[in-house]
Nanobody, 121 residues
Framework: QVHVVESGGGLAQAGGSLELSCAAS????????MAWYRQAPGKQRESVAT???????GYAPSVLGRFTITRDNAKNTMALQMNSLKVEDTAVYYC???????????????WGQGTQVTVSS
């Protein structure tokens, strides 16, 4: 069982900043790629930022230059620093932790429950 928990969401004004955190835990897991997704009301869930275990990151064009994804492999944690927030960044943000197991082939995904980010004008 892999447990993924996000924190740090809340309310911010346009132009402001928020930082999201994600922590993953579970016996015998080794995290590979981690990612942040978001889902706004009435829209599909979309990828915001990804980061490999080696630290290679990628961003959606809409957040490039404003958001920064980081991770700490020793602690199985990930963060998303969000600057210059826009109203359109309002969404529920989800953490995705992809992992492998020492005793089972394949790669698996675990999702957090989501954290609300609301940006007001």
């Amino acid at each position: 069982q892999v447990h993924v928990v996000e924190s740090g969401g809340g309310l911010a004004q346009a132009g402001g900043s928020l930082e999201l955190s994600c922590a993953a835990s579970g016996n015998g897991i080794r995290l590979t790629t981690m990612a942040w997704y978001r889902q706004a009301p009435g829209k599909q869930r979309e990828s915001v930022a990804t980061i490999t275990r080696g630290g290679i990151s990628g961003y959606a064009p809409s957040v490039l230059g404003r958001f920064t994804i980081t991770r700490d492999n020793a602690k199985n944690t990930m963060a998303l620093q969000m600057n210059s927030l826009k109203v359109e960044d309002t969404a529920v943000y989800y953490c995705l932790a992809r992992y492998i197991l020492s005793d089972k082939p394949g790669e698996f995904d675990a999702w957090g429950q989501g954290t609300q980010v609301t940006v007001s004008s």
